[in-house]
């Protein structure tokens, strides 16, 4: 007896169970401490699982069959019901007669039944093989007994045992019919459920990294993105304060904000700043095409199309001027609190990166931004 026709599941099978039911655990707990290295361990696992199921599919359930023997006792059982079932109805109507040369199959007494009934009794009694066998007897086959063989002058061609061998196969899986069908209706919902799995995990995945992406000291990879998209999970703050190591240097906190598809106004407090910032992010504006950078003097461009050019992300600034700062700080209080009437708000985040050690934006600069979708970001530690 094959050891694996002991049950409908095979060993790789349970394993897909196992790790199934162990990413969807570790997703649950993920929902609870919004670890993010649990929703990524969760989608492994789903994957791992989603692998068991096809190789339990292709090395277990296809080798299945259902076992002969069983199907031939079925097959006897419910043709002496049907003999059975055809004695008692017309049992009494012949004679009860047995002579000496019946065998054991002729226990009724064909002499007293129609031409109808021993028609239908012959097609019971009869098996198929037997009619397929005088059949062939009577078309004339072709004599392939011992004497004909050696009479004849063609030699017979034997069968190429290794070749058989090799098309057979591994063994096959015998059960019975009800086995059979369970089998194949486990490994169809195993298959739909782990396949499932992997696009829940892809679903979650992408929910981690939106409601990281507004979170400075939680978010990865920066992607140009609709601002409302992972804002709906995690709003971006009126103010960003950077870590203390910060995660990245100036320049690339301002690249960062490029390639997340958002404008910013740089405000550095030294000329050095402003120019190193300008020298290694125009590569960038190069490579992007929505993205433009542009150096702000004294009296080169107006403050309004500086704010305008911002609301609508479509340029972002450097400035180092300490003059042209007060004067944009004051012309953007006036033109934010303008558009908080109308309760009007950008449609990409801007950034105000302050680069102003010492110099803290103020309260009504803060509540303003937070109301038109503004956000500034403090690079310098203010807290002295």
Wanted: charged share 30%; with cysteine.
């Amino acid at each position: 007896m094959n050891p694996d026709s002991i049950g409908t599941i095979g060993t790789i099978g349970y394993l897909g169970f196992a790790l199934a039911l162990a990413a969807v655990a570790t997703w649950l707990v993920y929902w609870g401490m919004k670890k993010r290295f649990l929703v990524r361990l969760g989608f492994v696992l789903a994957l791992a699982a989603l692998a068991c199921a096809k190789i339990h599919s292709a090395t277990h359930v296809d080798r299945i069959e259902i076992d002969p023997s069983i199907q031939l006792a079925m097959m006897k059982a419910k043709q002496e019901e049907r003999r059975q079932a055809a004695l008692d109805l017309r049992g009494d109507e012949v004679a009860q007669i047995r002579f000496a040369e019946d065998d054991g199959e002729e226990f009724m007494d064909k002499a007293g039944l129609e031409e109808s009934d021993l028609e239908y009794y012959d097609s019971l009694e009869e098996p198929a093989w037997k009619k397929n066998k005088r059949t062939r007897s009577s078309e004339g086959e072709e004599d392939t007994s011992l004497d004909a063989l050696i009479d004849t002058e063609e030699a017979e061609g034997g069968a190429d045992v290794e070749a058989l061998e090799a098309e057979k196969g591994p063994e096959p899986i015998l059960m019975g019919e009800e086995e059979v069908v369970a089998a194949r209706r486990i490994d169809r919902w195993n298959g739909r459920v782990s396949l499932a799995l992997p696009i829940l995990g892809l679903l979650l995945l992408g929910y981690d990294y939106l409601r990281r992406a507004n979170r400075y000291a939680e978010a990865s990879f920066p992607l140009p993105l609709p601002s409302a998209l992972p804002g709906s999970i995690t709003p971006m703050p009126a103010v960003v304060e950077r870590s203390d190591p910060p995660r990245r240097p100036v320049v690339a906190e301002l690249a960062w904000l490029a390639r997340r598809g958002d404008s910013f106004l740089y405000l550095a407090d030294e000329p050095l700043k402003a120019a190193k910032a300008l020298e290694q992010l125009q590569p960038l504006a190069a490579k992007h095409r929505r993205f433009d950078l542009l150096p702000l003097g004294d009296d080169t461009i107006d403050d309004d199309f500086v704010f305008e050019s911002l609301w609508f992300g479509r340029c972002s600034f450097v400035v180092e001027s300490p003059d042209r700062i007060e004067a944009l700080i004051r012309r953007f209080t006036e033109l934010m609190q303008q558009r908080r009437k109308t309760r009007a708000r950008v449609r990409q985040v801007a950034h105000l990166v302050w680069d102003l050690p010492g110099k803290t934006p103020g309260e009504e600069l803060t509540q303003l931004a937070a109301r038109t979708g503004f956000s500034i970001f403090l690079v310098a530690n203010q807290s002295h």
